[in-house]
Every structure is written in C-alpha cells, then in structure tokens.
C-alpha cells in the first residue's frame, strides 16, 4: 500500500518535530512501507525499520493513518527502539 498522499495533522506535524523525524523520513516510510497492520475501523499503523543518528541505531518508525477519508491523514508519528515489542502488534 502506498500512502505517500496522505496529509499531516497538526497533532503529526508538532509530534514530528518534537521527535526530530524528518518530513521526507516519513514520506518515505509511508511510500514503501514494511508493514501495514489495522488499529481500528478506518485507520492502520504503518511501520519501517530505520537508522537514525551518528553512529546510525536501528529504530521502527510507526505512523498512525486514517483511511477512511481521501487524502488519507497521518495522525501521529513516533520512533521506537522496541522492535521486536511492535513488529507482530498493531
């Protein structure tokens, strides 16, 4: 699934910042996705494994996205260094 459409609430867009993870990061991760698991009626987890930092550390990127709606909405946004804690749950 390609989500690289979908818009940003303002709630995504602060989150975004405050967590330091780059629009384009982001862009990128919902264009190609590794992983797209339902939350609930309407709206999925999207998530990637990525490298951040220098030295880079793997993280998973998890971008929660309504769908019921066109362009999709990027809800919220975070990284986490629990990979294995999400890779199997939404």
Known sequence: ???SDAIF??????????RDIPEDVIRQCL?????VRNVRSG???VQREIAFGDPPR???LRIFV???RSPP??????RT??????????
């Open 1 to 3: 699934m390609d989500f």
């Open 9 to 18: 609430s303002e709630h995504a867009k602060s989150e975004a910042e405050r």
């Open 31 to 35: 264009s190609r996705p590794s992983l």
């Open 43 to 45: 709206r999925v987890v």
């Open 58 to 60: 793997h993280y998973l």
């Open 66 to 68: 309504d769908i019921d």
């Open 73 to 78: 909405r990027v809800v919220t946004v975070y």
């Open 81 to 90: 260094s629990k990979i294995a804690k999400y890779i199997g749950a939404p």
